[in-house]
């Protein structure tokens, strides 16, 4: 398009006729910066010492109406392949080749989990452990106006009121985006916390109430969410009533029509296992009950900073989810470990100790066997008695989100 303020002179060539000065580039534009004018010699005009009387000094170029500067190239002009020699400019430092521009794409992970197991409580507790910094600070922000007001709700519900969500009645999809930076463990974390890789991505899920996922009442739009979802929350309760079974019921009739749905588009593995990369999360770990059980096992350590909270290291999260299965629960537990195990690749699953309001510290912020339940009975209501401190709620994310990259970029 034409440029309105562009001086009609500046298309011309503002040359007197007869010059061989080859017109400038695409209808007057200069390819680099303007260029001061070479110096007039000082002497002879660089003629050879003893090659007669200097010639006639050359007419003065005409200025350029445009006030653009034309280059004019020497007597033997170097290659046109090289500009920048071409302009008689020093070489330029080398530029690599730029990287692709990445669009953070879209990881759907479903949330799934028997009635009351935890599902809205734990969706309400990740943005306040995306910001917590323990597993790199991350911001999350909501892509649509309905997932913002979802994220303001449920943080507000949760951090500001401490109360639980409520149970959940409808299905609503929510995208949100995480921005931030992965974690460097170790020695040195401190000084390389600058080489931190930058991560963004878009999480899609499904905040689905466990009544539609149980039994009978599979609901087909979150089943077909689950089956097309890349990875996959599995939340198990430890305070379920074990004598109903529902928590087998639950998961195995979640598995059937998953593997129904993509054994029909021919998307089950070669080995006839389902494709998910698998979070297994026993929730409500902070339980007070459950947890002074849990401490004669000798799965549980405390942290080594200053709030001392406790939780199960990662390489024992698997004899944790037995020791639940086996001691907590039994019967339709045990069930389940077996479905996990036959029916999930075995690298592509890992298990948390998870629990979205943690443990209520002291008054000095440190954590205390004597007094560390963190749930209080205000009438009806289940209420927090200190503010929520998240554990393993970032983390089976981050799992889900690495082990899913890493697989698209093979
Ligand atoms: N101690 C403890 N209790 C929890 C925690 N998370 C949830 N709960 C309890 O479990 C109840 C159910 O939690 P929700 O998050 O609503 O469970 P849900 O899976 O979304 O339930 P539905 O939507 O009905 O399927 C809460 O009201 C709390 O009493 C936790 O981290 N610790
Ligand atoms: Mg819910």
Not at 72 to 85: E, G, I, T
């Amino acid at each position: 398009m034409t440029n309105p303020d562009e001086p009609a002179s500046g298309r011309q060539d503002p040359r007197p006729p007869g010059t061989t000065t080859p017109p400038p580039p695409f209808g007057g534009g200069t390819l680099f910066p303007p260029l001061p004018r070479p110096e007039p010699p000082v002497n002879n005009g660089g003629a050879l010492p003893g090659a007669g009387p200097p010639p006639p000094p050359p007419p003065p170029a005409p200025a350029p109406p445009s006030g653009r500067t034309i280059i004019v190239p020497p007597a033997s002009p170097p290659s046109l392949s090289d500009p920048v020699a071409a302009a008689g400019l020093a070489e330029l430092p080398p530029l690599d080749v730029p990287p692709p521009e990445r669009p953070a794409l879209p990881i759907r992970i479903g949330l799934w989990g028997s009635s009351r197991s935890g599902k809205s409580t734990y969706l309400a507790a990740l943005p306040v452990a995306a910001m917590s910094g323990r597993t790199g600070t991350f911001t999350v922000d909501g892509t649509s106006d309905v997932a913002a007001d979802y994220l303001q709700a449920a943080v507000q519900r949760l951090v500001v009121e401490r109360r639980f969500p409520l149970p959940t009645r409808a299905t609503r999809p929510i995208s949100w985006r995480f921005q931030g930076r992965m974690p460097v463990d170790g020695l040195f974390a401190r000084i390389l916390a600058h080489r931190r890789e930058p991560v963004e991505f878009v999480l899609e899920v499904f905040d689905a109430s466990g009544q539609t996922m149980q039994g009978d009442a599979l609901d087909q739009q979150v089943m077909e969410i689950l089956a097309s979802s890349q990875g996959l929350i599995y939340l198990l309760d430890p305070l379920f009533d074990p004598t109903t079974d529902v928590s087998f019921n639950h998961f195995f009739g979640a598995v059937n029509r998953m593997r129904t749905q993509l054994q029909l588009t021919g998307q089950l593995q070669p080995n006839g296992r389902l494709p998910h990369h698998l979070a297994v999360c026993v929730t409500k770990f902070d339980d007070e009950l459950l947890f002074r059980r849990l401490v004669g096992t000798g799965l549980a350590v405390q942290d080594s900073d200053r709030e001392r909270m406790p939780r199960v290291p990662d390489r024992r999260a698997r004899e944790y989810f037995n020791w639940i299965c086996d001691r907590v629960l039994g019967g339709g537990a045990q069930l389940v470990r077996n479905g996990i195990d036959a029916n999930f690749a075995p690298e592509r699953v890992r298990y948390f100790a998870t629990s979205a309001i943690g443990f209520r510290l002291n008054r000095t912020g440190v954590f205390d066997f004597r007094d560390f339940r963190n749930v209080e009975m205000v009438g009806a209501d289940s209420t927090l008695r200190d503010v929520a401190r998240p554990i393993n709620v970032m983390e089976p994310l981050i799992f889900l989100e690495q082990s899913i990259r890493h697989d698209r970029r093979r």
